[in-house]
T-cell receptor, first 114, second 114 residues
Framework: SQQGEEDPQALSIQEGENATMNCSYK?????LQWYRQNSGRGLVHLIL?????REKHSGRLRVTLDTSKKSSSLLITASRAADTASYFC??????????????FGQGTTLQVKP | KAGVTQTPRYLIKTRGQQVTLSCSPI?????VSWYQQTPGQGLQFLFE???????NKGNFPGRFSGRQFSNSRSEMNVSTLELGDSALYLC?????????????FGAGSRLTVL
């Protein structure tokens, strides 16, 4: 079963614009992570936000977390063609703080047009 | 530092055959997790190994099995292959000392079952 549901499923923007994707989850979490996947390749970890944090920044990435609404958003500012990829949110499956058992959302496919 | 290495990258099998996939984690990482990715079901957790013991298991039939060796390298095996087993199989490793469950993924093994 999918813990995270992502919205939108697909997003197409022009280079230089901002991209926002949202993730909702069902159970309590220790942290929420975002990963990127280029077509047919492995996933790359982008950022982790802990349950006691509300916002986190990393370069052009900004992640917010609202535990009361069980939702998170990923904002990519000043997008580039190289940002074209699928983006997934992921949460822990069993409440443990240190396990490889993540539950991934269905992902948002982002296309950035040059 | 070498990344997570998965072999083979591509393989084609026929129904009823079995397949073994290999994963070499990042040096020092003791946790290895396996995921199946399909267009229909998305990313699904298969199992996780830590110090040669299965620590977590997903909801897959017994045809899917795995093991981990003393050097942390891991293999997964799928027996009696079905058409629906066609997927990208991703391996990820993580450090047990990081205090967080950030995964580093390999490039994946793409299995096609004919």
């Amino acid at each position: 079963s999918q813990q995270g549901e992502e919205d939108p499923q697909a997003l197409s923007i022009q280079e230089g614009e901002n991209a926002t994707m949202n993730c909702s989850y069902k159970t309590s979490i220790n942290n929420l992570q975002w990963y990127r996947q280029n077509s047919g390749r492995g996933l790359v970890h982008l950022i982790l936000i802990r349950s006691n944090e509300r916002e986190k920044h990393s370069g052009r990435l900004r992640v917010t977390l609202d535990t009361s609404k069980k939702s998170s958003s990923l904002l990519i500012t000043a997008s580039r063609a190289a940002d074209t990829a699928s983006y997934f949110c992921a949460t822990l499956g069993d409440g443990s703080s240190n396990t490889g058992k993540l539950i991934f959302g269905q992902g948002t496919t982002l296309q950035v047009k040059p | 530092k070498a990344g997570v290495t998965q072999t083979p990258r591509y393989l084609i099998k026929t129904r009823g055959q079995q397949v073994t996939l290999s994963c070499s984690p990042i040096s020092g990482h003791r946790s290895v997790s396996w995921y199946q990715q399909t267009p229909g079901q998305g990313l699904q957790f298969l199992f996780e190994y830590f110090s040669e013991t299965q620590r977590n298991k997903g909801n897959f039939p017994g045809r899917f099995s795995g093991r981990q060796f003393s050097n942390s390298r891991s293999e997964m095996n799928v027996s009696t292959l079905e058409l629906g087993d066609s997927a990208l199989y991703l391996c990820a490793s993580s450090s047990s000392t990081s205090g967080a469950n950030v995964l580093t993924f390999g490039a994946g093994s793409r299995l096609t079952v004919l």
